[in-house]
Nanobody, 125 residues
Framework: QVQLVESGGGSVQAGGSLRLSCAAS????????MAWFRQAPGKEREGVAA????????RYADSVKGRFTISRDSAKNIMYLQMTNLKPEDTAMYYC??????????????????WGQGTQVTVSS
């Protein structure tokens, strides 16, 4: 079992930056693909960034490419999402997720076994 806890959310103006953290406890997450998803009110949960096990191959949604950076510190069992040049449309609840997910399914939320409780990001114009 893995427990995930997000932190680092907040309110910023457009163009600002935030760094989200996802701390894992219980079993190690080193064998799991991990990802950040977000969900805005009235919208479906969408994947924004994912990172593989091992070499840590990263993938990003087109909407955040070049602005967000996902990373993981396996020794500390923590994953990060560095967000820069934030836009109002980035406003959402952000969730971290972990699971034994194949690459072709990395954006499928139902493939992930473990989820955090979420951290709110609000970007004002």
């Amino acid at each position: 079992q893995v427990q995930l806890v997000e932190s680092g959310g907040g309110s910023v103006q457009a163009g600002g930056s935030l760094r989200l953290s996802c701390a894992a406890s219980g079993d190690t997450t080193s064998n799991y693909r991990m990802a950040w998803f977000r969900q805005a009110p009235g919208k479906e949960r969408e994947g924004v960034a994912a990172i593989s096990t091992g070499a840590g191959v990263t993938r990003y949604a087109d909407s955040v490419k070049g602005r967000f950076t996902i990373s993981r510190d396996s020794a500390k069992n923590i994953m990060y999402l560095q967000m820069t040049n934030l836009k109002p449309e980035d406003t959402a609840m952000y969730y971290c997720a972990a699971g034994a997910v194949v690459a072709s399914m990395m954006w499928a939320a139902d493939q992930y076994n473990y989820w955090g409780q979420g951290t709110q990001v609000t970007v004002s114009s």
